[in-house]
């Protein structure tokens, strides 16, 4: 007679990370994923932690290399993650690169104050000592100082990554990565209003996703207009995530005189000016 066999399957906490987490021991954050709610107690993964984990991982692995260039480059790059949520970023950054480089620091800001004390307690939990956490909105917030070397907000939401921008150009940021998420300013403004290309938004779906599409067009014009180098592309495949735009910018010049004029045309266009401009135009 075989013997009974138990069925149900053992918990594997570093085998769920296998082929995923991006360091030579996966079992060495597992406290910290477990903390953040991305792995369940078990050491499983769901599918929504699955989901929101690789969207993390893979903007982790886009800024690896301009982390190590700030890295040489500076004794001490600082990175502020703005609207950082449970800081789910700024927490993965720090164990998988500027924790294994012993320098660099990560400034989480957040305007909830419950979030920003969980995270501070994690940080010190993790001996992540060179962490900060701020409880502040984007557009208020300063930094001891005044200079930041990164500057990151995943899925900011409508305006708030505006603020950013005007956050990143106010500490003389090197490097930008935002991930805008529902952009709903531009279609408000857009709202019944006439103009030679009042077509693309005479129809309200079409205008809520020409005024997305069109407020990271104006974003990187302002970017580039300030000396920026921009590169958008995807965050992740569109499974993972709708909010899918990734801006990177680096800066290379004090300022791009023909950005600024394709950006006046533009908004000329549109017959509209969104509060951005207003921010650091």
Same mark, same amino acid.
């Given at each position: 007679?075989?013997?009974?066999?138990?069925?149900?399957?053992?918990?594997?906490? /570093?085998?769920? =990370?296998?082929?995923?987490?991006?360091?030579a021991?996966?079992?060495?954050?597992?406290?910290?994923?477990? /903390?953040?709610?991305?792995?369940?107690?078990e050491?499983?993964?769901?599918?929504?932690?699955?989901?929101?984990?690789k969207?993390?991982?893979?903007?982790?692995?886009?800024?690896?290399? @301009? =982390?190590?260039?700030?890295?040489?480059?500076? +004794?001490?790059?600082?990175?502020?993650?703005?609207g950082?949520?449970?800081?789910?970023?700024?927490?993965?950054?720090?164990?998988?690169? @500027?924790?294994?480089? +012993?320098?660099?620091?990560?400034?989480?800001v957040?305007?909830?104050?419950? @979030?920003?004390?969980?995270?501070?307690?994690?940080?010190?939990?993790?001996?992540?000592?060179?962490?900060?956490?701020?409880?502040?909105?984007? /557009?208020?917030?300063?930094?001891?100082?005044?200079?930041?070397?990164?500057?990151?907000?995943?899925? /900011? *939401?409508?305006?708030?990554?505006?603020?950013?921008?005007?956050?990143? @150009?106010?500490?003389?940021?090197?490097?930008?990565?935002?991930?805008?998420?529902?952009?709903?300013?531009?279609?408000?403004?857009?709202k019944?209003?006439?103009?030679?290309?009042?077509?693309?938004?005479?129809?309200?779906?079409?205008r809520?996703?020409?005024?997305?599409?069109?407020?990271?067009?104006?974003? *990187?014009?302002?970017?580039?207009?300030?000396?920026?180098?921009?590169?958008?592309?995807?965050?992740?495949?569109?499974?993972?995530?709708?909010?899918?735009?990734?801006?990177?910018?680096?800066?290379?010049?004090?300022g791009?005189?023909?950005?600024?004029?394709?950006? $006046?045309?533009?908004?000329?266009? =549109?017959?509209?000016?969104?509060?951005?401009? $207003?921010?650091?135009?």
């Amino acid at each position: 007679m075989p013997k009974p066999t138990n069925s149900e399957p053992k918990p594997r906490s /570093a085998d769920s =990370l296998e082929g995923l987490w991006p360091a030579a021991r996966p079992q060495a954050s597992v406290p910290l994923l477990k /903390a953040l709610h991305i792995l369940t107690r078990e050491g499983a993964l769901n599918a929504d932690s699955r989901r929101k984990l690789k969207q993390i991982l893979h903007l982790t692995q886009v800024l690896r290399p @301009l =982390l190590e260039a700030l890295l040489a480059e500076s +004794g001490e790059p600082v990175i502020a993650d703005l609207g950082a949520g449970k800081s789910y970023l700024g927490f993965i950054l720090y164990d998988l690169i @500027l924790g294994p480089a +012993g320098r660099g620091r990560v400034i989480g800001v957040e305007t909830r104050a419950g @979030l920003v004390e969980k995270s501070r307690a994690l940080a010190l939990e993790s001996g992540f000592e060179r962490m900060e956490f701020v409880a502040a909105p984007i /557009a208020e917030a300063a930094l001891a100082g005044g200079r930041v070397d990164m500057v990151t907000a995943l899925h /900011a *939401c409508d305006t708030a990554t505006d603020d950013a921008i005007g956050f990143a @150009l106010r500490h003389g940021a090197k490097t930008i990565a935002l991930v805008p998420c529902c952009q709903a300013e531009m279609a408000q403004l857009l709202k019944g209003r006439d103009g030679p290309l009042r077509e693309l938004w005479r129809h309200p779906i079409q205008r809520r996703e020409f005024g997305a599409h069109v407020t990271n067009v104006l974003r *990187c014009l302002v970017l580039e207009a300030h000396g920026y180098k921009v590169r958008v592309t995807e965050l992740t495949g569109l499974e993972h995530s709708m909010k899918n735009e990734l801006i990177l910018a680096e800066r290379h010049q004090r300022g791009n005189a023909q950005a600024r004029a394709g950006l $006046d045309q533009l908004v000329d266009q =549109l017959g509209v000016r969104p509060r951005l401009l $207003d921010l650091v135009m």
